[in-house]
């Protein structure tokens, strides 16, 4: 599986973006998809992860009420619409992938069970 996220950028305290991540090289509703970032001397983190359909979703809670995580399986596409940016959500953001993974969302949170990674994407906010 291929994956490649854009959409970062340099912004300003409270405001929008929204990255996105192509998938290739599988059927794109037979993976699980999630975001991670990881900032400047720190391990990556979980930000986000959709269930094939897109029936559910999971959070971290520095994402709660701020990002929404969704897919298009028509266009092979998975997004990160992240709102209300603060200073400490700037790093760089991977998507990542698991190929038919029963696994619920909740077990996903770790970098570990991920087999597919994409080469990221810099979120820079300015305050």
């Known amino acids: 599986v291929q994956l490649q996220a854009s959409g970062g950028g340099l912004v300003q305290t409270g405001r929008s973006l929204q990255l996105s991540c192509a998938a290739s090289?599988?059927?794109?509703?037979?993976?699980?998809m999630g975001w991670f970032r990881q900032a400047p001397g720190k391990e990556r983190e979980f930000v986000a992860a959709?269930?094939?359909?897109?029936?559910?979703?999971q959070y971290a809670d520095s994402a709660k009420g701020r990002f929404t995580i969704s897919r298009d399986n028509a266009r092979e596409l998975v997004f990160l619409q992240m709102d209300s940016l603060k200073p400490e959500d700037t790093a760089v953001y991977f998507c990542?992938?698991?190929?038919?993974?029963?696994?619920?969302?909740?077990?996903?949170?770790?970098?570990?069970?991920?087999?597919?990674w994409g080469k990221g994407t810099q979120v820079t906010v300015s305050s």
């Open positions: 990542a992938a698991r190929w038919r993974s029963n696994q619920a969302l909740d077990s996903l949170t770790t970098s570990r069970p991920w087999s597919y």
């Open positions: 090289g599988r059927i794109f509703s037979d993976l699980t």
């Open positions: 959709i269930s094939r359909r897109g029936g559910g979703t």
